[in-house]
């Protein structure tokens, strides 16, 4: 690719709390069709984004009694095509995991392609990256 | 001089400090910058003409790109043909570009 | 590459963590070898304020013995020779005076800002 970049993003906030995450991956997803090469630092409750765990859930108050029906998102599954997306495009994510950020949450169940690491991590793919966004947690 | 990405993704209803960001924006661009201002999420808000709009108009009148997320403007029923003055609606991939650009990029 | 903290979010979640954890990832960067310096605005203003205290943080039987020391975490910032900036016009509007505040900090005007910047390469705000 041409202009092919890297780019880092640093997250903070949990799934399912706030508008971020989404506008976050969003953004993802844009560099990931370009083939760019991505960093992802999650630290403190972005741990969870790619959390194993999640689960789906039917939804009566939709209209949708069974699981299916309702098709709730799951950032997991978020992160996982957006992994696949990057690959496809030539690029790749590498989504790293605050590990003492996963320790205290209890989030050490990621799914594959995220790792776990350490601000020394963060800084070393900010320094390697064309550029870095930081998104905050309010 | 240096381009600027600042990202603004909080409204001046809700947040007393947006304000302080849009002065951020205009200042920068008064000291010779590049500078866009993007609105994304609940941003966009002041983009449709109300109380808050003319501090947009403001900052683009000081020589900053006002630009607002078209994603987050459908997700409000904010038309396009409906933006107050000074502001543009814009693909999120603006953003991208920007940061592929190396703007100092900050997010509010 | 030299980077500008700008920290303005206080007291989220500082007792669960014992430690505002921006400023304690602005310190596992320096340990990681970053060119930083912190920025503080808004409410983390408050975070120099000496007279800080949490008291005594319990719940049933299980009590908090290491409580989060803001004032001290930016003073040691300071000591790594970080410099530490604070937007003056926040600290006045937050009725907070010199003789509260710990030592070693550099006051800025919000009209200043905009040069600060011109001598970092990023600019993170959190």
Redesign the interface.
């Known amino acids: 690719m041409a202009d092919k970049k890297t780019l880092t993003f640093a997250l903070m906030d949990a799934p399912f709390e706030t508008a971020r995450t989404t506008t976050a991956l969003r953004l993802i997803d844009i560099a990931a069709r370009r083939g760019y090469d991505i960093n992802v630092f999650a630290y403190e409750g972005a741990v969870f984004v790619p959390f194993a765990l999640q689960k789906q859930h039917a939804n009566p108050i939709h209209g949708h009694p069974e699981v299916e029906e309702e098709d709730h998102p799951l950032p997991r599954e978020w992160v996982s095509a957006l992994i696949a997306e990057a690959e496809k495009n030539g690029g790749k994510i590498d989504w790293v995991n605050c590990g003492l950020c996963v320790d205290e949450r209890g989030a050490g169940e990621s799914v594959e392609g995220v790792r776990r690491g350490t601000p020394g991590d963060f800084w070393e793919m900010a320094s390697a990256s064309d550029n870095t966004l930081v998104i905050a947690t309010k | 001089m240096v381009g600027y990405l600042l990202i603004e993704s909080r409204d001046p209803f809700d947040w007393n400090d947006v304000s302080q960001f849009y002065d951020l924006a205009a200042n920068l661009a008064k000291s010779g910058n590049q500078v866009t201002l993007f609105l994304v999420q609940n941003g966009v808000l002041p983009a449709r003409k109300c109380v808050h709009s003319e501090a947009l108009s403001a900052v683009a009148r000081a020589g900053v790109d006002v630009l607002a997320d078209e994603f987050s403007l459908d997700e409000r029923g904010i038309a396009i043909g409906a933006l107050v003055t000074g502001v543009s609606a814009a693909a999120l991939d603006v953003v991208v570009d920007q940061l592929a650009e190396g703007r100092k990029a900050m997010w509010h | ?1 030299k ?1 500008l903290n ?1 920290i ?2 206080a007291y ?2 500082t007792l669960e963590e014992q430690d505002d ?2 400023l304690w ?1 602005t310190h ?2 320096k ?4 060119d930083l310096d912190v920025l503080l605005r ?1 409410n983390a203003v408050n975070y120099v304020v000496k007279a800080q205290d949490i008291g005594r943080l319990a719940f049933g039987e299980r009590v908090q013995k290491q409580g989060p020391r803001l004032a001290e975490d930016v003073a040691g910032l300071i000591a790594k020779e970080i410099d530490v900036y604070i937007v003056a016009e926040d600290l006045a509007d937050r009725g907070l005076a010199t003789d509260e505040l710990i030592d070693g900090l550099k006051e800025v005007s ?2 200043d ?3 600060l ?2 001598d ?7």
Do not use: C, E, P, Q
């Open positions: 590459m980077v700008v303005a979010t989220r979640a954890t921006v990832l596992a960067l340990s990681a070898g970053a808004a919000r009209d800002i905009t040069a910047f011109d970092y390469d990023h600019i993170w705000h959190w």
